[in-house]
């Protein structure tokens, strides 16, 4: 059980990351590559 725990830990922090770098990326310039 623990390291399921850590592992849904893990992959909790993981997506949290993920969206707090692309979101703000996303809304601030949302054509960003093609500029």
Do not use: K
């Not at 992959?11 to 500029?35: E, H, K, N, Q, R």
Request: net charge negative.
């Amino acid at each position: 059980m623990t390291i399921a725990f850590q592992l849904a830990v893990f992959a909790l922090i993981a997506t949290s990351s993920i969206l707090l770098i692309s979101v703000p990326v996303v809304f601030a310039s949302p054509d960003g590559c093609s500029s």
